[in-house]
């Protein structure tokens, strides 16, 4: 038997991890201050730590202080707050797409910004660069907030707490011989660790990703302060084969803050997802000299900011012209095709280009939907098919035994 999971921000949330509001109120107003981006490119809020060089990359910093001031202000229409996905789409259809409708707007703030802030001296620089390094430094601002040290730790656990009743009926569908797929909208971790680390589902697992024979490395660095020794060693690092050989199966439909966009070398460029793995600072790979035709490492040009899809309409032109969101598309599609029972958790409902899929290849079939969430979903979908059933309810309030009973649907 094939039963499909559908997780949303809301599954996540009993766990800590911020909610679609706080991550509005958090990404809406931004100080230069608040925010560090090194000579690396590399982007987080601070907390606690000292930057020592202020002066670097202080314009970025102010660029992306002012730039989200005057959307506020003077894009957003009165009466409507801030939402970080469709602010994304606002600027993102910049950097898309030469007719944007908001290139007016956006190409007025940078001449301001030129004038007042950097007094007409942005030297090389122009909007279109000034705009994508936003995106990077934005991007990194969002994984920051999702992101838990926790998650990156290999530590197994026995239980969960709240979590148990939920880990419970996976569990018993795995010792059953079901395939259990997952799909997932959020960029967290935190399932990723659960199935990696939980005792009763490691060995179950798999996410499309794979180590044995990846010729992918990065670097990473050690100070053993008590002994005054600093080593630096490659690590091998997981890459995207699409490849799922175990039965609780994850796809992360909008991609992982803790996945890269690696570049292999011309003339046959090719574009790969890798983990990034924590603590890594450079990237390479292991080819074979043609001339000496021994192996070698080579730098590998990788994206700075994480991969995920973000946005209210940008993501959705993502499903079906990005190769590697393609692919995790199609196994969504072929996944609920096969399933004889849907289990939504925490979805709202808000993603047109999900829903059209969820009626296209699942509902029809007259297979039973549970949604699982505090509120019910806003959706005509609801009102279409008798076979959805809305329990009101979180992730974390539904029992064992409640949870049991889905399968007799």
Excluded at 103 to 126: C, M, P, W
Excluded at 215 to 227: N, V
Excluded at 368 to 393: C, F, G, N, S, W
Excluded at 394 to 402: A, E, I, K, P, Y
Aim: net charge negative; proline share 3%.
């Amino acid at each position: 038997m094939n039963v499909s999971l559908l997780l949303g921000s809301g599954f996540s949330i009993p766990e800590g991890l911020p909610s679609v509001q706080q991550l509005n109120k958090r990404l809406g107003k931004i100080s230069e201050e608040e925010i560090i981006i090194g000579s690396n490119q590399i982007s987080f809020f601070l907390n606690g730590q000292t930057d020592n060089n202020r002066w670097s990359r202080w314009d970025e910093r102010m660029f992306l202080q002012k730039f989200l001031e005057y959307y506020n202000d003077r894009v957003l229409r009165e009466g409507l707050q801030f939402h970080y996905e469709t602010f994304y789409d606002f600027y993102s259809s910049y950097l898309a797409d030469k007719n944007s409708p908001h290139k007016e707007a956006i190409e007025t703030f940078y001449s301001e910004f030129n004038k007042t802030v950097l007094k007409g001296q942005d030297g090389h620089r122009d909007c279109y660069n000034r705009i994508n390094d936003f995106n990077r430094t934005f991007n990194q601002l969002v994984a920051s907030l999702l992101f838990n040290n926790r998650y990156v730790s290999d530590i197994s656990c026995l239980n969960y707490g709240h979590y148990d009743a939920f880990i419970g009926f996976i569990s018993h569908m795995l010792e059953q011989g079901h395939t259990v797929h997952v799909h997932t909208l959020n960029h967290d971790l935190f399932f990723d660790y659960l199935g990696r680390h939980h005792s009763n589902l490691f060995q179950h697992f798999s996410d499309g990703y794979t180590l044995a024979g990846s010729p992918y490395y990065g670097m990473s660095s050690f100070d053993w302060k008590d002994a005054d020794v600093s080593k630096s060693y490659y690590v091998k690092l997981e890459y995207f084969t699409g490849n799922y050989e175990k039965p609780l199966r994850l796809y992360k439909l909008h991609g992982s803050i803790d996945s890269t966009i690696g570049y292999t070398e011309l003339p046959d460029q090719q574009r790969v997802h890798i983990k990034s793995g924590y603590g890594i600072s450079e990237y390479f790979i292991e080819a074979k000299n043609q001339q000496t035709g021994k192996s070698e490492f080579r730098s590998l040009h990788n994206e700075i900011a994480p991969d995920f899809l973000t946005g209210t309409t940008n993501k959705i032109r993502f499903y079906s012209n990005d190769l590697f969101y393609k692919s995790l598309f199609n196994h969504f599609t072929e996944n609920i095709s096969a399933s004889s029972l849907m289990i939504v958790i925490g979805y709202g409902f808000h993603d047109p280009g999900i829903n059209s899929m969820l009626e296209k290849f699942f509902l029809p079939g007259g297979n039973p939907m549970i949604i699982i969430d505090p509120v019910r979903p806003d959706d005509a979908l609801l009102e279409k098919y008798q076979t959805i059933r809305h329990i009101q309810a979180g992730v974390t309030q539904v029992s064992f035994s409640d949870y049991m009973k889905l399968l007799d649907v």
